[in-house]
Nanobody
């Protein structure tokens, strides 16, 4: 019943842009975020957002290039990715937390999220 479905990934040239979306269903998610995992690497935090959208946190590696946002009416989170680099190549996963507590804070570790999407591949060519 509970689902997170990512879309928007693909192949793009370095310097280009993509916008990922994550459509959630089944319940309210107070915190949502994005992680990515490159081949042979651990899952890495990319960006997270609180329920209100006032608290946003992003990884240093993407700061200034990626922007996370959410539309609570649609229960959807977005990741606008600009100025993409080859090192951004990874599978990007949407993550969500259904916990109603501490809704003003951003979660930055995989352990803090209890729902995950299937992932969408982002490949950035040189």
């Amino acid at each position: 019943q509970v689902q997170l479905v990512e879309s928007g990934g693909g192949l793009v040239q370095a310097g280009g842009s993509l916008r990922l979306s994550c459509a959630a269903s089944g319940r309210t998610f107070y915190r949502m975020g994005w992680f990515r995992q490159a081949p042979g690497k651990d899952r890495e935090f990319v960006a997270g957002i609180s329920w209100s959208g006032r608290s946003i946190q992003s990884a240093d590696s993407v700061k200034g290039r990626f922007t996370i946002s959410r539309d609570n009416a649609k229960n959807t989170v977005y990741l606008q990715m600009d100025s993409l680099k080859p090192e951004d190549t990874a599978v990007y996963f949407c993550a969500a937390s259904s916990s109603p507590a501490s809704t003003s804070v951003v979660f930055t570790t995989p352990l803090q999220y209890n729902y995950w999407g299937q992932g969408t591949q982002v490949t950035v060519s040189s």
